[in-house]
Nanobody, 125 residues
Framework: QVQLVESGGGLVQAGGSLSVSCTAS????????MGWFRQAPGKEREFVAV???????AYADSVQGRFTISRDNAKNTVYLQMNSLKPEDTAVYYC???????????????????WGQGTQVTVSS
């Protein structure tokens, strides 16, 4: 049974930093592209960042230069470091996994094979 378990969300002031992580089990982690999506109240789930099996990364324009995604295959864990946070970054952040070829990534919800349960990130102004 595949499980993606996020941790590290919380409340932070605008301009601050926060890191979230996601640990996977029940899959061969190195075979998967891993990503983060987020969903704010009343909005659709949107792409945030992704890292391929070969550590190629991609970001949404709204977080480019502020967020950094990384992975540790030995720990089956993907991380999202969020700096210079803004109130509009407030959302539930979901970890996502997709079985892919080496350099492939996913940027849409429909491409995702597995989801985590989500972790709340709240940025106060």
């Amino acid at each position: 049974q595949v499980q993606l378990v996020e941790s590290g969300g919380g409340l932070v002031q605008a301009g601050g930093s926060l890191s979230v992580s996601c640990t996977a089990s029940g899959l061969t982690f190195s075979w998967y592209a891993m990503g983060w999506f987020r969903q704010a109240p009343g909005k659709e789930r949107e792409f945030v960042a992704v890292i391929s099996r070969s550590a190629i990364t991609a970001y949404a324009d709204s977080v480019q230069g502020r967020f950094t995604i990384s992975r540790d295959n030995a720990k089956n864990t993907v991380y999202l470091q969020m700096n210079s946070l803004k109130p509009e970054d407030t959302a539930v952040y979901y970890c996502a996994a997709k079985r892919t070829l080496t350099g492939a990534i996913m940027k849409t919800s429909r491409e995702v094979d597995y989801w985590g349960q989500g972790t709340q990130v709240t940025v106060s102004s």
